[in-house]
């Protein structure tokens, strides 16, 4: 999977299911305080990457990627796209 | 000192209607909200025969932490409150200042319950669940939701008690408020009506099965009735200290009287004569007032061979002197289960507003029970002062309301 699917693939699940506006979706917001997902939306970021990567991604991981690039990057890492 | 204590908002949101005006029309013109849910008989049911309810869209209205964990019934009951609130003129900021209670009736989420099961038995991974099944599985689904979504900040309980839930819950609040624990309650109940939740009432034959003739299905007291027709919905009701209605001018819909209960104490499924009569007894008495001064029955009669005999035969030992028009307005509802009495305190504050007694519809042929009650047949125009309500549930549950036109 190339990284720009990545990019769409997660920027529409964020739109779309999280419900987040498009214009925040900037490579260096916080996940967190930029993009205000809390700790039950990554619960939801987990079921939503398995369903759309195919990869079961940590909770644990997840809640500590600090902005929407480094998603990319650990998503990218994951699916064992370099 | 004991409190008095008024109804100054409710909602409505159910097969015959999703807001008052429209269940108000349904009423009058004794229009049946039962229908065929053919997916029923795939699945393995024996009767397909269902309240229609239609699912509300709450897009827009709600953001998505709180619409994704509501259940099938906390939607519901989401837009019964709505009306409720708006009814009662309570906004946003007066919630933020005041203290509002709430207790609902709801005694299953199964459908929240088993998708949640199903996915568990696919996946192998309760991390795959998603944030929101927990506060769509829990019985107490539906106050968990409503006292986030509108910020409550009194009591906050969810009562089960089979078909009697909201009845009780209605007569809890009364309570709470008429003994100075709170000033503002918002009482109802909520009921599923997907298919997942009640194939366990359809495995005991539960259900009727006239499936060719889903508007006459039900037909509670008629001779000829097999079985109740599963329905459902949200009904929403703001009780209130009346001192504290009056402060803030609120306009008063009613005053709840009288609050009555009791358990068979017998079988698992059969209802009781004694048990139910023991209930309107006790309303009564804590009413203050005499079985000739009711104007008006709601039964709880779901159109069950033994449920509605037993009810009516308590019925006529308590009221047959006096002819007291009944009428069960699940002939048009279908059985609404954990909400039917809140709903049905709802639908008959509609007649005793609108002077009109709604029809108990496909009551054709008596029994030799029913035969000694004044079933309402057709819609009729009277002046309803006082009005009861009963409820009763498996177990042996039994609740009896009795509310009065609002006299200052």
Known sequence: ???????????????????????????????????????LDFVDIVVIVEHKFGIKISPEEITNVPTLKAFYDYIERKTGVQ | MKRRVVITGTGIYSSIGKNLNEVKQSLYEGRSGIGVEPERKTYGYRSTLTGIVERPVLKGLLDR???????????????????????????????????????????????????????????????????????????????????????????????????????????????????????????????????????????????????????????PFDASRDGLIPSGGAASLLLEDYEHAVKRGATILAEVVGYGFSSNGAKLSQPSDTGSETAMARAIHDA?????????????????????????????KLFGAYKTPVSSTKSMTGHECWMAGASEIIYSIIMLQNSFIAPNINFEQPDEYSAKLNIIKTTTKKNIDIFLSNSFGFGGTNSALIIKKYNP
């Open chain 2, 65 to 219: 932490r709180l619409r994704i964990s509501l259940s099938e019934q906390g939607e519901y009951a989401y837009m019964a409150t709505l009306e409720a609130l708006k009814n009662a003129q309570i906004d946003k900021d007066y919630l933020e200042n005041n203290e509002m209670g709430v207790l609902f009736g709801n005694d299953s989420s199964a459908k929240a319950v088993i998708e949640a099961h199903t996915t568990v038995l696919e996946k192998k991974d309760t991390m795959l669940l998603g944030s929101e099944a927990v506060f769509r599985s829990m019985n107490s689904t539906v106050t968990m939701n409503l006292a986030t979504i509108f910020k409550l900040k009194g009591i906050n309980m969810t009562i089960s008690a089979a078909c009697a839930s909201s009845s009780h819950a209605i007569g809890l609040g009364y309570i709470f408020i008429r003994d100075g624990l709170q000033d503002l309650v918002l009482c109802g109940g909520a009921q599923e009506t997907n298919l997942l939740s009640m194939s366990s009432f359809d495995a005991i034959s539960t259900f009727s099965v006239r499936m060719d003739e889903p508007t006459k299905a039900s037909r």
């Open chain 2, 288 to 316: 203050g007032i005499d079985a000739k001064d009711i104007d008006y029955i709601n039964a709880h009669a779901t159109s069950t061979l033994q449920g509605d005999m037993f009810e009516a035969i308590a019925l006529n």
């Open chain 1, 1 to 39: 999977m190339k990284r720009e699917d990545i990019i769409t693939i997660i920027n529409d699940f964020l739109i779309d299911e999280l419900e987040i506006d498009r214009e925040k979706l900037q490579d260096d917001a916080n996940l967190k305080n930029d993009l205000g997902i809390d700790s």
